[in-house]
């Protein structure tokens, strides 16, 4: 859907970003001195990169099908992470060969080696949500905290046909409730929605949603980005331009850039005293692109909201700061793809964990 409203404040003082190999790491920096308020100089860790790859001794039994299936042996994407008992979880999307899609549960100590839990703990099941979640399954996780410590995660349900933006809350990542699609049963039910990246901040080593005037907000989409609402977390207002009742659009592709064809948020949104930042993933368009990259390639950027009103874009970083360039990044199920999702504060570093031509997960680390 679109919108009639335009944003003009793309500023041009933002350095371009780019990533620098060498024989141990990846650094993804700045070279022209970027703002303040942008998250850069990440380094990949490439001596252990991927860090999560399919692995087809999984099994654990379907309850919609009846039967063992090996439930991530083609894909391992596109994960959300959280700091727990001192541990980095890491909640990641895993494809059957028949390209159903349930969560998997990974644990470090370190932030870089991860354990895999032996079934998923999140997935399509004969519940309420069947309709919605089969036979493509459940996808491509947020995950934040409330005050009291309910895990809240935003997921994508996929019946086949159509995306719907879902969201489910756990006191302990196990047990889950599923609270339906987040755009409600009304007109948006059947309303292609991806990607929702709550507003938090951090404390700690925490993640917590966190009010802004008053609402709990939510950046979702992968075509344009749009805004949701909420006052309990749960229940959530789509923002609509009160002229014509449609979704506002908050963030748009670019003509010319990285990010021509679409934008889709990454993980949470951080508040900070800069503003809202906002990692999001882009993808390159066929045409009117930018030329240094392939076509469709998926590369991320950052985009700065007023801390006061989310919905006003206040900056905008001009390049990418993470991109394609190691082979497992290049070619895989999609090929050109880094996809970023997860993002912890852990043990006084970031750790940013992305998915890699939707097919392996890699880190990259910010001292």
Not at 158 to 176: F, H, I, N, P, V
Request: glycine fraction near 8%; proline fraction near 5%.
């Amino acid at each position: 859907m679109k919108n009639q409203l335009l944003f003009c404040l793309f500023l041009a003082t933002v350095g371009m970003l780019s990533c620098r190999p060498n024989e141990h790491a990846s650094t993804i920096e700045g070279t022209g001195g970027p703002e303040a308020w942008t998250m850069v100089d990440f380094v990949k860790a490439d001596s252990i990169n991927p860090i999560l790859q399919p692995t087809s001794g999984q099994v654990f039994v379907c309850p919609i099908r009846e039967k063992e299936v090996e439930w991530e042996a083609r894909n391992v994407l596109n994960p959300t992470a959280l700091v727990k008992d001192g541990k980095v979880y890491l909640i990641y999307r895993a494809q059957d060969q028949d390209m159903t899609s349930r969560l998997g549960l990974a644990i470090s100590e370190d932030g870089l080696h991860f354990e895999k839990q032996p079934a998923p703990i999140f997935y399509p099941a004969k519940d309420s949500m069947q309709g919605f979640e089969w036979p493509g399954g459940v996808e491509d996780p947020r995950i934040v905290e409330s005050e009291d410590g309910t895990y809240l995660m935003t997921y994508t349900s996929y019946d086949g046909k159509t995306a719907r933006l879902c969201l489910a809350s756990s006191k302990d990542l196990m047990q889950w409730q599923k609270h339906g699609p987040v755009l409600g049963t009304g007109k948006y039910l059947d309303t292609w929605s991806k990607s929702g990246a709550i507003v938090s901040r951090l404390e700690g080593d925490r993640i917590i949603a966190t009010k802004v005037q008053e609402k709990y907000w939510m950046y979702f989409g992968d075509t344009d980005l749009f805004m949701a609402s909420s006052d309990d977390l749960i229940h959530w207002q789509v923002a609509e331009n009160a002229e014509n009742q449609q979704m506002i659009s908050v963030l748009h592709p670019r003509p010319g850039y990285f990010d021509s064809r679409l934008v889709e948020p990454g993980p949470y949104a951080l508040l900070q005293d800069e503003g809202i930042l906002l990692i999001y993933n882009s993808s390159n368009a066929a045409n009117f692109n930018d030329p240094e990259l392939p076509k469709f390639t998926y590369a991320a950027g950052q985009a700065l909201f007023d801390k006061e009103h989310p919905y006003r874009q206040i900056d905008r970083t001009e390049s990418y700061f993470i991109h394609p360039e190691k082979d497992y990044e290049k070619v895989g199920e999609v090929n050109e793809v880094c996809f970023v999702e997860g993002l912890v504060h852990f043990k006084g570093k970031w750790f940013l964990y992305y998915g890699t031509a939707d097919s392996k997960i890699a880190v990259a680390v910010k001292e």
